[in-house]
C-alpha cells in the first residue's frame, strides 16, 4: 500500500507540474524601448490548426524597417518558436522587425506541410508589408537545422507556387533580400537514406514517402538554386553529429556554380548548434557584415 501511495504521489507530482507548465506565459524577446509586440498572432489556419506568430516592430519614426522571418529548428517534429529567440537580440540592436513563426509538426502533418506554412507565413507579412512598416527589400529568412532548410525553401522557391495551397490565391510577389542557413539540411533524401547518416527524423517527416526519392528532392533545397536566388548566408560546425556539414558544402558549392552571392563560415570543432561564447560572438559579427553588405542595414 505505501508502494501504491508513493506511486500515486509521484503521479499527482507530474499532473500538477504540467499544468503549471501550461500557465507558463510563451517567451519572448526582451524588446528594446519603443518597439511594439504582436503575439500570437494567427497568420492562418489549415482546418483547426492555427499558423500563429509573434511579431516586433521598431518605432515607426525611424522609417521603413528590415525584416527578420525566424524559423525554429528541432527535425520538423519539436520545437517551438517561443523557445527560438536567442539568435535574434543582435538584430534588434539594429532596429530591425521581427517575426518569429510556427508551422506543423510531423505528428500534426508530414512533409510537405511545414513547407507549406512557412510559405503561409510569409504570404501573410508581405499581404501586411505597409500595416507593420517593413521595407518589402528588406525582409530576411532565417533558421537553424530544421528551421534552416525550411528557411532556404522559402526563400529558394520564389514565386514556384508548387507548395502553396495552404497560402491560397492571394500571393503577393516573393522578394526576398537574403536568407541565413545555420546548418540547415539542404538534402532531404541524402539525410533521409544517405550512406554515412540516416535520420530517424527526416524519414518521419517525409512519412509514406520516405523512399520516395523523386519526392525528397522536392523538397529539398538544393534542387532549387538557379542564378535568381537571393543571397545566402551559411555556417556549419565541422563536427556536426546530426547534419553532416556536406550539406552546407553541397549547398555553397551549388550557390557559386550559380553566380549567387554568398558566404560559408566552417566552425572548427563545431557541433550541431552548439558553439563556443566566441564563435557565437562570430557568426553574429559575421551575419551583420553579409547584410550590411547588401545594404539591408547600415
Same mark, same amino acid.
Given at each position: 500500500?505505501?508502494?501504491?501511495?508513493?506511486?500515486?504521489?509521484?503521479?499527482?507530482?507530474?499532473?500538477?507540474?504540467? *499544468?503549471?507548465?501550461?500557465?507558463? /506565459?510563451?517567451?519572448?524577446?526582451?524588446?528594446?524601448?519603443?518597439?511594439?509586440?504582436?503575439?500570437?498572432?494567427?497568420?492562418?489556419?489549415?482546418?483547426?490548426?492555427?499558423?500563429?506568430?509573434?511579431?516586433?516592430?521598431?518605432?515607426?519614426?525611424?522609417?521603413?524597417?528590415?525584416?527578420?522571418?525566424?524559423?525554429?529548428?528541432?527535425?520538423?517534429?519539436?520545437?517551438?518558436?517561443?523557445?527560438?529567440?536567442?539568435?535574434?537580440?543582435?538584430?534588434?540592436?539594429?532596429?530591425y522587425a521581427i517575426a518569429n513563426i510556427s508551422y506543423r509538426l510531423t505528428g500534426t502533418a508530414t512533409a510537405p506541410a511545414a513547407?507549406?506554412?512557412?510559405?503561409?507565413?510569409?504570404?501573410?507579412?508581405?499581404?501586411?508589408?505597409?500595416?507593420?512598416?517593413?521595407?518589402?527589400?528588406?525582409?530576411?529568412?532565417?533558421?537553424?537545422?530544421?528551421?534552416?532548410?525550411?528557411?532556404?525553401?522559402?526563400?529558394?522557391?520564389?514565386?514556384? $507556387?508548387?507548395?502553396?495551397?495552404?497560402?491560397?490565391?492571394?500571393?503577393?510577389?516573393? *522578394?526576398?533580400?537574403?536568407?541565413?542557413?545555420?546548418?540547415?539540411?539542404?538534402?532531404?533524401?541524402?539525410?533521409?537514406?544517405? /550512406?554515412? *547518416?540516416?535520420?530517424?527524423?527526416?524519414?518521419?517527416?517525409?512519412?509514406?514517402?520516405?523512399?520516395?526519392?523523386?519526392?525528397?528532392?522536392?523538397?529539398?533545397?538544393?534542387?532549387?538554386?538557379?542564378?535568381?536566388?537571393?543571397?545566402?548566408?551559411?555556417?556549419?560546425?565541422?563536427?556536426? /553529429?546530426?547534419? /553532416?556539414?556536406? $550539406?552546407?558544402?553541397?549547398?555553397?558549392?551549388?550557390?557559386?556554380?550559380?553566380?549567387?552571392k554568398t558566404e560559408f563560415q566552417i566552425v572548427k570543432g563545431g557541433l550541431h548548434g552548439k558553439f563556443s561564447p566566441e564563435d557565437d560572438k562570430e557568426i553574429g559579427r559575421r551575419i551583420m557584415q553579409f547584410l550590411n553588405s547588401l545594404k539591408? $542595414?547600415?
Amino acid at each position: 500500500m505505501r508502494l501504491i501511495a508513493i506511486v500515486l504521489c509521484l503521479l499527482l507530482g507530474k499532473v500538477i507540474e504540467v *499544468k503549471a507548465q501550461d500557465s507558463i /506565459p510563451p517567451k519572448k524577446l526582451i524588446c528594446p524601448a519603443g518597439y511594439t509586440e504582436k503575439l500570437d498572432v494567427t497568420a492562418f489556419k489549415v482546418n483547426d490548426w492555427e499558423g500563429k506568430m509573434d511579431i516586433y516592430l521598431p518605432p515607426k519614426e525611424l522609417g521603413l524597417a528590415p525584416l527578420v522571418i525566424n524559423i525554429h529548428g528541432g527535425g520538423w517534429n519539436k520545437g517551438t518558436r517561443q523557445a527560438a529567440v536567442g539568435g535574434l537580440y543582435g538584430f534588434l540592436k539594429k532596429n530591425y522587425a521581427i517575426a518569429n513563426i510556427s508551422y506543423r509538426l510531423t505528428g500534426t502533418a508530414t512533409a510537405p506541410a511545414a513547407i507549406e506554412d512557412v510559405r503561409a507565413a510569409l504570404f501573410y507579412l508581405l499581404r501586411n508589408l505597409k500595416e507593420l512598416n517593413i521595407d518589402p527589400d528588406k525582409v530576411v529568412l532565417m533558421g537553424g537545422s530544421a528551421g534552416g532548410h525550411l528557411a532556404l525553401m522559402c526563400g529558394l522557391l520564389g514565386n514556384n $507556387h508548387i507548395f502553396d495551397d495552404v497560402a491560397g490565391n492571394n500571393r503577393p510577389k516573393v *522578394k526576398i533580400a537574403a536568407i541565413i542557413d545555420k546548418y540547415g539540411i539542404s538534402d532531404v533524401w541524402d539525410w533521409a537514406n544517405g /550512406p554515412n *547518416k540516416t535520420s530517424i527524423s527526416a524519414r518521419k517527416w517525409l512519412g509514406d514517402k520516405a523512399d520516395d526519392r523523386e519526392f525528397a528532392n522536392s523538397v529539398s533545397p538544393v534542387s532549387y538554386v538557379s542564378k535568381d536566388s537571393p543571397p545566402v548566408f551559411i555556417v556549419h560546425g565541422d563536427a556536426d /553529429p546530426i547534419v /553532416p556539414i556536406s $550539406h552546407s558544402e553541397t549547398l555553397y558549392q551549388k550557390l557559386l556554380a550559380a553566380g549567387v552571392k554568398t558566404e560559408f563560415q566552417i566552425v572548427k570543432g563545431g557541433l550541431h548548434g552548439k558553439f563556443s561564447p566566441e564563435d557565437d560572438k562570430e557568426i553574429g559579427r559575421r551575419i551583420m557584415q553579409f547584410l550590411n553588405s547588401l545594404k539591408i $542595414h547600415q
